[in-house]
């Protein structure tokens, strides 16, 4: 879309909360020393008493980790040890390890190739960010996500718990309520819930939120029976929720329709895998400019109102140590975003800006790409060897001919209870098509006390009970996941009035050796086994 199509955002400010309308405009740090003027109205220390000379970093090359999935990466003591490995010869010759170095200096000099300087890194700065980071950053969107209002803007923050944490702030009163998936972020909901906001859930398909499921709720909502108003907020996780969905442009169109604001919080938008588990297919030879464009795209793409909050975060592509993120959408609620930080947060480090900046800089927008590409098919595999494990300890088995789902049972040669026929399932999952995570659905209605337990109590408290057995006994094996109770919306009761007999339990293939993956889901199958014994 050319400039010329593009429209400005409309206006929204009746979104805005009791709490946003009060804040005023943003005051930039010094605002009121003007040219040759002496500033003496701050306490900001001179920049002389700074101890730091410079920092020097070391870092890898967009090219350090391979573009197929199956070009293995052996681990050692750390990335520096893995480098050391490969460059003297101990380690993969299918990977190109190589680093590069740069210096952020005290000052910077006349054409130093740096951008940054740790004068103005480690001085106070202003909220919306050290300017040569606030720059690459507006690009980067402007690239990836090309919005298509043209008065968008970006605003750098300390990563996406804070950045739901001041959306919510700026967009609900207490009282208010927002629309989610049934199953969403933990850390999201408790800190919507602490400040008296309730969230609503609406089904899902395999295309994400439903718009179906969501035009339900909304036209069928009745104030007085529900204690709250109509939400006007949609929470979405965009490319990996959780469980595993997808993307539904469908459900923006809701948005416009029902006057809602949308905010997109995406922490894994870039690891989307090139393949789906187990095909045969030969990896699409894409440049890095076609593997950016084939990305499935943001809300923001079809945003032409200024109803997406987008929220991003460097947490995934280069460290979550750096506590650095940024917004993305229209100034009237980026600009609020930008003065409640301002007064309650402040500016995000700007030592992590220059380091993380300058690192972009040096890869500009191809080399970042690289990168990301690389890391993505480390997670691919990671999620290959997860599931391959499975395989090997499970009998695991596709569910139907049109859908990706597989389902677990016990090995033949295994001994269960009499209550529990060999042909009934353990579980059943979808392999992900990118992120960190796998979830599993435990089959509790095919445990032989589930029925019992039902009948004695409820259905909801009989999963409850064997939700926690299951849990606290992988638990004791060694190994750790997390119930996926822990993200549901509804409680217990509603749950179990709405059908849903079994319960989630989610993995993380993230981190670790192949060997620690692998032992984890053999001990998590044997467990798995014996429990429904």
């Not at 910077?108 to 103005?120: A, T």
């Not at 029976?225 to 469980?243: K, W």
């Not at 119930?483 to 293939?509: Q, T």
Request: aromatic fraction near 12%.
């Amino acid at each position: 879309m050319s400039q010329s199509e593009k429209r400005s955002s409309v206006d929204l400010s009746h979104h805005l909360s009791d709490f946003a309308k009060t804040l005023p405009a943003i005051r930039p740090p010094g605002s009121n020393a003007g040219e040759g003027m002496i500033g003496m109205d701050g306490g900001v220390p001179d920049t002389e008493y700074f101890p730091i000379e410079s920092i020097t970093v070391e870092y890898l090359k967009p090219s350090a980790f391979p573009l197929k999935p199956t070009d293995v990466v052996p681990h050692g003591p750390g990335v520096l040890g893995w480098i050391a490995n490969v460059l003297t010869g101990k380690g993969s010759k299918t990977t190109e390890a190589s680093t590069g170095q740069f210096v952020i200096p005290r000052r910077l000099q006349p054409n130093d190739p740096s951008q940054f300087e740790l004068k103005s890194a480690l001085q106070y700065s202003a909220v919306t960010g050290l300017p040569a980071a606030e720059k690459t950053i507006h690009d980067w969107v402007a690239r990836v996500h090309k919005p298509v209002c043209n008065d968008w803007t970006t605003l750098i923050d300390v990563g996406s718990s804070s950045g739901w944490m001041t959306c919510i702030t700026i967009l609900l009163n207490p009282g208010d309520s927002f629309l989610c998936d049934r199953y969403a972020y933990n850390g999201a909901l408790m800190q919507a819930r602490i400040r008296g906001m309730f969230p609503v859930a609406v089904a899902s398909d395999t295309d994400g939120l439903s718009a179906v499921d969501l035009e339900r709720v909304l036209a069928n909502w009745d104030s007085k029976a529900r204690g709250f108003e109509r939400p006007r907020v949609i929470y979405t996780q965009g490319r990996h929720p959780e469980p595993q969905r997808s993307f539904d442009p469908c459900s923006a169109q809701e948005g416009f329709r029902y006057d809602l604001i949308i905010v997109e919080d995406d922490p894994y938008y870039f690891q989307q895998a090139s393949l789906p588990y187990g095909s045969s297919a030969a990896p699409k030879k894409q440049t890095d400019e076609e593997w950016l464009d084939g990305l499935v795209p943001s809300f923001v793409r079809f945003d032409y109102q200024g109803r997406v909050i987008r929220l991003d975060t460097f947490s995934k592509s280069i460290g979550p140590g750096g506590r650095l993120g940024y917004f993305t959408g229209s100034p009237i609620f980026l600009d609020k975003l930008a003065v409640f930080n301002q007064g309650f947060i402040g500016f995000p480090s700007g030592v992590c800006q220059a380091v993380f900046g300058e690192l972009l800089h040096r890869y500009e927008t191809e080399g970042f790409t690289r990168w990301l590409r690389g890391i993505t098919a480390q997670y691919e595999l990671r999620r290959n060897w997860t599931i391959e494990a499975l395989y090997k300890a499970l009998d695991v088995r596709s569910t139907d001919n049109w859908s990706r789902s597989l389902t677990a049972f016990a090995r033949a040669d295994g001994q269960m209870s009499e209550k529990f026929t060999k042909t009934a399932s353990l579980m059943s999952f979808v392999p992900p098509d990118g992120g960190m995570f796998i979830w599993f659905n435990i089959h509790l209605h095919n445990h032989p006390r589930y029925k019992d337990l039902a009948r004695q109590s409820s259905p909801a408290a009989a999963k409850n009970q064997l939700s926690t057995e299951l849990w606290t006994a992988v638990y004791d094996a060694g190994v750790t996941m997390r119930r996926g109770e822990l993200f549901a919306v509804e409680d217990d009761e509603e749950r179990a009035k709405a059908g849903e007999e079994d319960v989630f339990m989610r993995a993380s293939f993230s981190s670790g050796p192949k060997e620690s993956l692998e032992k984890g889901m053999q001990i998590f199958a044997t467990t798995l086994v014996k429990f429904f014994q």
